[in-house]
């Protein structure tokens, strides 16, 4: 996907680097299996969809929070109601799946939404993967920010992994909880979003 021949200006675009394991799902999350099992109608509509599911599709299913995918969604919504637009970029490993051997394709790439989709995300419209460079991934997420002349946009990396530049604005997720409201506050900062006010006490 180039932005750029989507007619938008840089200055509108809020690109959200999203890992999976660690963010979405957790160590809790994997001990009690709180996400959808292998044989609930939405995993067997992505299997019909997609072909059968390798084993980290299913556990990645299986063990998916809810919760902290609905603070990803609340940082697109957030992204929306500012009157600019949210761009969900895979970074995880999870985006080698579905490419079959074409990866990168329009049909990888509507794999891949629909069993992010599965999981409960939102997807919006603007949806793209990072290149898989077997780099570190704070160089994949550089290279794909400039092929998409959008370097000097808000924007920030979701991931439980450090290996990531020191300038780039990394929320480092803690992969035994997943995606707290603390990080949904820092990555509020991050992309110049009002930050929210503490709800409990």
Not at 88 to 102: D, I
Not at 120 to 140: A, D, K, W, Y
Request: hydrophobic share 40%; net charge negative; proline share 5%.
């Amino acid at each position: 996907m180039v932005l750029s021949q989507q007619g938008h200006a840089m200055s509108e675009i809020k690109p959200i680097f999203v890992d999976i394991d660690g963010v979405v799902n957790s160590s809790r999350s994997v001990h009690v299996k709180i996400g959808p099992d292998e044989h609930s109608k939405i995993v067997e509509d992505l299997a019909d969809f997609a072909g059968p599911l390798p084993y980290g599709v299913v556990h990645a299913l299986k063990t998916v929070d809810p919760v902290c995918v609905a603070l990803v969604n609340k940082l697109f919504d957030d992204i929306h109601a500012s009157g600019k637009i949210g761009v969900f970029v895979l970074s995880s490993t999870h985006r080698k799946h579905f490419h079959n051997g074409k990866y990168g394709n329009a049909d990888h790439l509507v794999k891949l939404r629909k069993y992010l989709t599965a999981m409960g995300f939102n997807v919006p419209t603007m949806f793209s993967i990072t290149q898989s460079l077997h780099v570190p991934r704070g160089e994949e997420v550089k290279m794909w920010l400039a092929s998409e002349d959008c370097s000097e946009a808000d924007y920030v990396i979701l991931d439980d992994g450090a290996d990531f530049d020191t300038t780039q604005p990394l929320v480092r997720v803690d992969p035994t909880i997943g995606m707290s409201f603390e990080n949904y506050a820092d990555a509020c900062k991050y992309l110049s979003l009002p930050s929210p006010g503490l709800i409990l006490l």
